[in-house]
T-cell receptor, first 111, second 117 residues
């Protein structure tokens, strides 16, 4: 059975801190790993990773994938209160298949 | 801009009534759409895969007679929650790939928050 495990499940940090969110996976026919940010509504797309070792970066957020060890991390530097959200990791198998989601990491950034 | 449009954003209905949720792909054809459900403080759980022109594929534990899915065109899938009960109150989200078979991320609709009283 396909599985995506995120850790920690929740995290509270102060503004300016750097955080690292973890995602490990076991799937049958890996195609890509995706990170989403979810606030009050539907998830918004952050990154899609398909190759090992290539960092994707967007502002203060960055992510990298290790296909050998089957995990990915999402880094957020200089956190702000607006970063407070649930961060979802999902994996997609080959073909037009649905995403398998982890349980998410609830990040709270306090001033 | 949004590539997947979902309607309504929220709905309150009485127990026993049926509610229809629409999911449209904007400016692209989606032969496959996915319906997810999210309960408070939980992750997204796949309910079913909606296939244009054929029957939907339901995940284990999801009642197909209760959650009717119709994918009659390449841009529209609908989910009807029949005889809704308070335990059906949840956040329902649809999604679709921008390009079938390509390595593109799934895009989500804005979701529908259903409250059954």
């Amino acid at each position: 059975e396909d599985k995506v495990v995120q850790s920690p499940l929740s995290l509270v940090v102060h503004e300016g801190d750097t955080v690292t969110l973890n995602c490990s996976y076991e799937v049958t026919n890996f195609r890509s790993l995706l990170w989403y940010k979810q606030e009050k509504k539907a998830p918004t797309f952050l990154f899609m990773l398909t190759s090992s070792g290539i960092e994707k970066k967007s502002g203060r957020l960055s992510s990298i994938l290790d296909k050998k060890e089957l995990f990915s991390i999402l880094n957020i530097t200089a956190t702000q209160t607006g970063d407070s959200a649930i961060y979802l990791c999902a994996v997609q198998n080959s073909g037009n298949t649905p995403l398998v989601f982890g349980k998410g990491t609830r990040l709270s950034v306090i001033a | 801009g949004a590539v997947v449009s979902q309607h309504p954003s929220w709905v309150i209905c009485k127990s026993g009534t049926s509610v229809k949720i629409e999911c449209r792909s904007l400016d692209f054809q989606a032969t496959t759409m996915f319906w997810y459900r999210q309960f408070p403080k939980q992750s997204l759980m796949l309910m079913a895969t909606s296939n244009e022109g054929s029957k939907a594929t339901y995940e284990q534990g999801v009642e197909k007679d209760k959650f009717l899915i119709n994918h009659a065109s390449l841009t529209l899938s609908t989910l009807t929650v029949t005889s809704a009960h308070p335990e059906d109150s949840s956040f329902y989200i649809c999604s679709a790939n921008l390009q079938t078979g390509s390595n593109s991320p799934l895009h989500f609709g804005n979701g529908t928050r259903l409250t059954v009283t």
